[in-house]
């Protein structure tokens, strides 16, 4: 049964922190993933702080069976012995339907819980799991004595999922976000792909035929075809539910590595879509995601340009020959307030947004 709306902020544990109200605007444009028990990646976390707005220490698929408790130790380990600044540490649990789920959770909240700012919550399919790690969760801060709430990320992953997205957005106050899972959402979905996310050169629209001059339709003539996006749909629903429920929607995985231009493509469509990141899988893709996710610098310099013209924000004008209003405002306003809050954590970004005052 759904709680009351009374209930709702009221920890769920005795002893526990009290549920955010807000869920905090912080610059999360890659999520970096490492494996905490691969010793060559783990020493490069030190190194990797302040680079990456997010460090993840992944515990679920990529992680070997037989490592999966080495991986653990290995982030609780990460976790007391580094000085993570602004850059934020989240890990990925294994699935509620695993093994190791009920140890991942019980040992990083209590070891750790102070360090880790959001757990990732694999394969989420309703509320109902939503519910079950809220519940633990609370338990193990109170347990911990931890004064401030952990934050839990879904993966949509499952058909199910999808269906249930927006229960899923409204479980808990607790819900920072959702990413998109594109290789197991395929599998579960029974996609005909063999991918981690990206697109598909079969999944295309072909131009019509070109007609001869009597009209008759050219069938072996030469078309265009243009490849299309096959997360579109699902990104546009997580994006819906997320700002419906005042939290953020992600990307998730690219898995081409070596394909730095379609990744680049990827992300950017999910940052206009209204994403706020994605996920790194190598150190090559944080770039990537923070040159994507980052409102250029002549998007935010028009975006100053049309909140200064439109004064408190109502009636029209004209810039550059195009009708600017109280909507148009309203969109300039987002990548100005996402620029103020990149610029804040990032000082070549923060230099670069500074010139346009000088050039305006
Ligand atoms: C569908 C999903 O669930 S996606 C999420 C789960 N998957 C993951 O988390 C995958 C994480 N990434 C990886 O495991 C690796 O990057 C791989 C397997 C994709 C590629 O690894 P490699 O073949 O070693 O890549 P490569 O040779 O280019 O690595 C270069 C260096 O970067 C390091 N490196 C690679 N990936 C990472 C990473 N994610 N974080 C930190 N360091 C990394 C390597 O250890 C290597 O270090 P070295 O120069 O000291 O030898
Ligand atoms: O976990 C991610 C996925 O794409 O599956
Ligand atoms: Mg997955």
């Keep these: 049964m759904t709680r009351s709306a009374k209930d709702f902020f009221a920890p769920l544990a005795v002893g526990a922190?009290?549920?955010l109200r807000e869920i905090?605007?912080?610059?999360?444009r890659a999520i970096h993933f490492f494996d905490p028990g691969n010793e060559k990646m783990a020493a490069k976390v030190p190194q990797m702080v302040g680079t990456v707005d997010v460090l993840l220490g992944n515990l679920e698929d990529a992680v070997k069976a037989e490592n999966k408790e080495k991986a653990r130790q290995g982030l609780v380990d990460i976790g007391r012995s580094t000085d993570f600044g602004k850059t934020q540490l989240w890990t990925r649990v294994n699935s509620l339907d695993s093994p190791w789920a009920l140890d991942d959770l019980t040992t990083l909240v209590t070891e750790i819980g102070d360090t880790l700012d959001v757990i990732m919550v694999p394969k989420v399919q309703g509320a109902e799991d939503i519910h079950y790690v809220d519940r633990l969760l609370a338990q193990l801060e109170a347990k911990a004595g931890l004064t401030k709430p952990l934050q839990v990320h879904a993966i949509l992953e499952t058909?199910?999922?999808?269906?249930?997205?927006?229960?899923i957005?409204?479980?808990?106050?607790?819900?920072q976000g959702l990413s998109l899972g594109p290789a197991d959402l395929a599998a579960d979905r029974r996609m005909k792909t063999t991918r981690v996310g990206g697109g598909h050169p079969g999944y295309l629209v072909r131009q019509d035929p070109q007609r001869d001059d009597l009209g008759v339709p050219q069938y072996d003539g030469p078309r265009a075809t243009y490849?299309?996006?096959?997360?579109?749909?699902?990104?546009?629903?997580?994006?819906?539910?997320?700002a419906m429920h005042g939290i953020y929607p992600y990307y998730g995985p690219f898995g081409d590595i070596k394909d730095t231009v379609a990744c680049e493509d990827q992300f950017r469509n999910a940052f206009l879509l209204g994403c706020v990141g994605a996920w790194s899988l190598h150190p090559a893709q944080i770039a990537?995601?923070?040159k994507v996710f980052s409102p250029s610098v002549e998007d935010v310099a028009h975006a100053r340009r049309v909140i200064a013209a439109m004064g408190d924000g109502t009636g029209a004008v004209m810039i550059d020959g195009k009708m600017e209003d109280d909507a148009s405002v309203k969109q300039c306003q987002v990548m100005v307030a996402l620029a103020e809050e990149?610029?804040?954590i990032d000082p070549d970004l923060k230099a670069q947004y500074d010139q346009i005052e000088v050039q305006a």
């Design 17 to 19: 922190p009290a549920p």
């Design 24 to 28: 905090p605007a912080r610059p999360s």
């Design 227 to 242: 490849q299309q996006d096959l997360w579109h749909y699902t990104i546009a629903r997580m994006v819906d539910a997320c």
């Design 159 to 167: 058909a199910r999922g999808v269906a249930n997205i927006e229960e």
């Design 288 to 290: 990537i995601a923070h």
């Design 342 to 344: 990149l610029a804040a």
């Design 169 to 175: 957005c409204a479980a808990s106050p607790r819900m």
